[in-house]
C-alpha cells in the first residue's frame, strides 16, 4: 500500500503559476499526474519514472508544466506555468508499480486530489 497525499492547489489568475506537491510513502513507483475538470473524465498530465530519467506529458501541457521528483523526500512535484482557464480541475497523483504510461487504468495508488482554479 502506498500513500499519497497531494498539495499546492489553489485559486490563480491566467498565466500565473502553481506548484503541486505528492507526498508519498515510498520512492519505488513511477509517478503521474492526473486531473479532472466537472463534467469531463480525468485525464493524463505528466508522468515520470522512478529514477526521474523518463518524463511524459500531455500534448495540452507540454512547454507549460513540468514534473520532476526528489525520492530523497518521497516526493513528486508538478510545476505549472502560464495557466490557462482550461487548466482548471482537480489535480491527483497516482502511482504505477511499472513503467511512464498515461492511461490512468495503469495507477494503483491515488491521493485524494488537490483543487486547481485558474481565472480569466
Known amino acids: 500500500q502506498v500513500q499519497l497525499v497531494e498539495s499546492g492547489g489553489g485559486l490563480v489568475q491566467a498565466g500565473g503559476s502553481l506548484r503541486l506537491s505528492c507526498a508519498a510513502s515510498?520512492?519505488?513507483?513511477?509517478m503521474g499526474w492526473f486531473r479532472q475538470a466537472p463534467g469531463k473524465e480525468r485525464e493524463f498530465v505528466a508522468a515520470?519514472?522512478?529514477?526521474?530519467?523518463?518524463?511524459d506529458y500531455a500534448e495540452s501541457v507540454k512547454g507549460r508544466f513540468t514534473i520532476s521528483r526528489d525520492n530523497a523526500k518521497n516526493t513528486v512535484y508538478l510545476q505549472m506555468n502560464s495557466l490557462k482557464p482550461e487548466d482548471t480541475a482537480v489535480y491527483y497523483c497516482?502511482?504505477?508499480?511499472?513503467?511512464?504510461?498515461?492511461?490512468?487504468?495503469?495507477?494503483?495508488?491515488w491521493g485524494q486530489g488537490t483543487r486547481v482554479t485558474v481565472s480569466s
Open positions: 497516482a502511482a504505477n508499480p511499472d513503467y511512464v504510461a498515461s492511461s490512468w487504468r495503469t495507477y494503483v495508488y
Open positions: 515520470i519514472s522512478r529514477s526521474g530519467g523518463r518524463t
Open positions: 515510498s520512492s519505488m513507483y513511477t
